[in-house]
């Protein structure tokens, strides 16, 4: 069974729609992230649950808004998508906050035309 | 900003141990030196970390430096499915402190 699963896989949208991204774990991890990577392939933190809770939140536009119904799941919802949206979105778990053993699902490549 | 510097790319024998080097001068006595790898299209995965002892798994070894300013990931026995980029990240354990911050690493090339 896979650790950590994004679904999509590829999302191909307009621009200006609203688009969501599914993460789930089956780890039994307290913290869940979201990870994107850009076109130069740096990757960055955008935002990090822990227990439900919203525990890092770096400079992402507001149009960006994660969801954690519960600990398994956090969903990356996207409002008004613009070209410069356009990238790879991991999401990731850890056992806990102070644990950076990380454990990345495959990725979600979303373009924006 | 990323803490650690990386060469930008490296080959390797298949067969042969890979030393894939990190400066990281100004690492803090609390904070961690962790090694990911990401091959291509996949997610990245945590290979190993380390405060000041070197560390040995079933992946790799990690040799940190005395004075902690540098480290090498030690792949003992490269094989052709190594082929990936190695990022050095430094992270602390506290706070803020405690995000991982990504460079662009190191792309490791193992060749036949």
């Known amino acids: 069974d896979t650790a950590v699963s994004q679904t999509p896989k590829y999302l191909v949208t307009q621009m200006g729609n609203d688009k969501s991204i599914k993460c789930e774990q089956n780890?039994?991890?307290?913290?869940m992230y979201w990870y994107k990577q850009d076109s130069k392939k740096f990757l960055k933190i955008m935002f990090s649950y822990n227990n439900k809770e919203l525990i890092i939140n770096e400079t992402v536009p507001n149009r960006f808004s994660p969801k954690s119904p519960d600990k398994a799941h956090l969903n990356l919802h996207i409002n008004s998508l613009e070209l410069g949206d356009s990238a790879v979105y991991f999401c990731?778990?850890?056992?806990?906050?102070?644990?950076?053993?990380?454990?990345f699902g495959q990725g979600t490549r979303l373009t924006v035309v | 900003d990323a803490k650690t510097t990386q060469p930008p790319s490296m080959d390797c024998a298949e067969g042969r141990a890979a030393n894939l080097p990190c400066n990281h001068s100004?690492?803090?006595?609390?904070?961690?030196v962790y090694w990911y790898r990401q091959i291509h299209s996949q997610g990245p995965q945590y290979i190993i970390h380390g405060l000041k002892n070197n560390e040995t798994n079933e992946m790799a070894s990690l040799i940190i430096t005395e004075d902690r300013k540098s480290s090498t990931l030690i792949l003992p026995h490269a094989t052709l499915r190594d082929t990936a980029v190695y990022y050095c990240i430094v992270r602390g354990n506290a706070g803020n402190n405690r995000k991982l911050i990504w460079g662009l690493g190191t792309s490791l090339a193992v060749n036949p």
């Open positions: 100004t690492i803090s006595g609390n904070e961690y």
């Open positions: 990731a778990s850890s056992q806990d906050a102070a644990n950076t053993e990380a454990f």
């Open positions: 780890l039994g991890h307290d913290t």
